[in-house]
């Protein structure tokens, strides 16, 4: 690895843990923080006919916790894009070779079970 692809690595992982890092302060906020700690304050909020911080613990969480995973995906989709190690340009080459077998696999286990046998 020469010292560009391993700068362009480096800076990948990086903004990679960054990422990370900012989704998880999310998730723990919104998880931790509205279902536990603020749920007093919260639970004098109305949403849905469910006081608000009951409604965050039980199901705004979880909720929150789903887009988040889009919006990771999404985002490590235009990071790879831009560090270049997206699966775009990946081509798919059919070997013939690989999938051709002489005999099934069933086959080959009968044999070694013929030769117990016998």
Do not use: T
Request: charge should be negative.
């Amino acid at each position: 690895m020469n010292a560009l692809q391993k700068e362009n690595a480096q800076a990948y992982w990086k903004e990679n843990i960054r990422l990370m890092l900012s989704l998880l302060a999310v998730w723990f906020v919104v998880s931790f923080g509205m279902g536990i700690l603020f749920a007093d304050e919260l639970n004098n909020i109305r949403f849905f006919g469910f006081k608000l911080g009951f409604w965050m613990a039980q199901q705004g969480a979880i909720y929150v916790f789903v887009v988040l995973i889009f919006v990771y995906v999404a985002k490590m989709n235009k990071m790879d894009r831009k560090y270049g190690v997206d699966e775009g340009d990946d081509v798919y080459v059919e070997d013939e070779e690989y999938y051709h077998h002489e005999e099934s696999f069933i086959e080959s286990i009968s044999e070694v079970d013929d030769k117990k046998g016998a």
